[in-house]
């Protein structure tokens, strides 16, 4: 997913096509999302996965395949097809996890879980971050430079073309059903009888928990922003604005997302430790008010230093609100209904980034430097919600105890 935005921005010059798609595919994702969750709660995740990982393995290596008849590489078709077919197993993929995590998990080890996760999951983005930038750019070193002192080293590899990069990553999808195959557990929730019920009437059950708890949808959607942020940030604006406003190579781009997972990585580690006698909702809005601050540092500053700070920063407060998130609504939303109620703050999320979308599709923010003003307005998305946390924050203190960091 890091090849295909650029591929878009550097090679087909066509940042406006990559809001676009990115916009429609959010658009399919709404109905997606909430028939997921409605996926999540009737089957057993292991299943989910073990399907999924195969429709991914598929894709990736179809896509791969299709390369090889064409001069040019892989058609633009299927790095749209790729494109899509990945945010939609990530639709399904992250909800199931988590739902998988709070089923085989008992109560008093949510943010231990959570945290781990979140360890693994940054780990591995550093080493595909890294990793990332030396298939898209290449390497060609013979030393390496620290101050006087010159390190001789004989590193050269050349750039992969999408095709190559398709097939790896189709080929780690099939190896992942080897891995999720291997898995035994014992589930540690209360059981509940299979609903036979329409896929309709399974949604509307999860919407009505939401409806009878409107505090718990107002800190799902206002706690989910950073994560909104980010997922528009890192699919669409990240490209022009290194091309366009730092004007720096393919590397700085991919080097983005090593630093982001380092900052996540860190707070993965230490949330639980220094969130420990914190009120979430509390944490949440100081995650917040320091993701707006540190973006708009970005709109000023063409420095790279500042960027990947702000990248680092990034990384904690998404990683720290995810966790404390994740553990507030695990203890406060039953497992046989968590599918079902994630999607449906899945779709409003979504349709908060179709909104953002909809606006950078225009012309004007792919336009030299104005890129700085698509960061403005996430920056004002950023601060209504935590305006609207904060004003409910008292009625989840007093109807919804926070046990969300009890390790």
């Known amino acids: 997913m890091l090849a295909i935005p650029w ?30 969750g409605t996926l999540i709660d009737k089957y057993a995740r292991k299943k ?95 030393s390496i430079h620290l101050g006087s ?36 557990y014992t589930p540690h929730t209360e059981k509940h009888p299979q609903e036979d019920t329409s896929i309709w009437e399974r949604f509307k059950t999860g919407n009505s928990f939401l409806r009878a708890n409107p505090l718990i949808m107002i800190f799902g959607v206002s706690s989910l922003s950073i994560f909104v942020f980010l ?26 997302d090593v630093f982001y997972a380092s900052g996540a990585l860190l707070a993965g580690a230490f949330a639980q430790y220094v969130f420990k006698r914190t009120n979430s909702v509390k944490a949440i809005l100081f995650m917040i008010a320091i993701t707006a601050i540190a973006l708009s540092t970005c709109v000023i500053s063409t420095s ?3 960027y990947f700070s702000f990248s680092f920063i990034l990384g904690i407060t998404n990683a720290a609100s995810r966790i404390l998130r994740s553990t507030y609504i695990f203890h406060h939303v039953p497992n046989n209904l968590i599918g079902r109620v994630s999607s449906v703050l899945f779709m409003l999320g979504t349709l908060c980034r179709i909104g953002l979308a909809l606006i950078f599709c225009l012309a004007f ?10 960061l403005l307005i996430c920056v004002l998305y950023l601060i209504a919600n935590f305006i609207m946390l904060a004003i409910n924050a008292s009625g989840l203190k007093s109807k919804y105890p926070d046990k969300a960091l009890q390790v």
Not at 7 to 20: D, E, G, K, N
Not at 240 to 251: C, D, G
Request: with cysteine; glycine share 6%; aromatic share 14%.
């Open 304 to 306: 790279v230093l500042v």
């Open 365 to 374: 923010f792919s336009q030299g430097d104005n890129v700085i003003w698509a």
């Open 231 to 256: 997922l528009l940030h890192f699919n669409t604006l990240v490209p022009v604005y290194v091309m366009n406003h730092l004007h720096k190579p393919v590397t700085i781009y991919a080097l983005t």
């Open 7 to 36: 591929y878009f921005m550097s090679m087909l010059h066509a940042p406006q096509q990559l809001t676009l798609m990115y916009m429609l595919m959010l658009v399919g994702s709404i109905f997606w999302g909430l028939y997921s």
């Open 48 to 142: 989910i996965f073990l399907v999924f990982s195969l429709i991914g393995g598929i894709v990736l290596c179809s896509a791969s395949v299709s390369g090889l008849f064409y001069p040019t590489g892989v058609p633009t078709y299927m790095v749209v097809v790729v494109f899509v077919c990945t945010a939609y197993i990530n639709g399904i993929y992250y909800p199931a996890l988590y739902a998988f995590a709070q089923e085989v998990t008992e109560a008093k080890n949510y943010t231990r879980v959570n945290s781990l996760l979140e360890i693994q999951s940054q780990a591995m983005t550093i080493a595909s971050g890294g990793v990332g930038a030396i298939l898209l750019q290449g390497i060609d070193m013979d």
């Open 149 to 184: 002192i010159v390190i001789p080293i004989a590193l050269h590899i050349k750039a992969w073309s999408l095709s190559r990069i398709f097939l790896v990553d189709g080929l780690t999808y099939l190896f992942s059903i080897v891995l999720i195959s291997m898995i035994k």
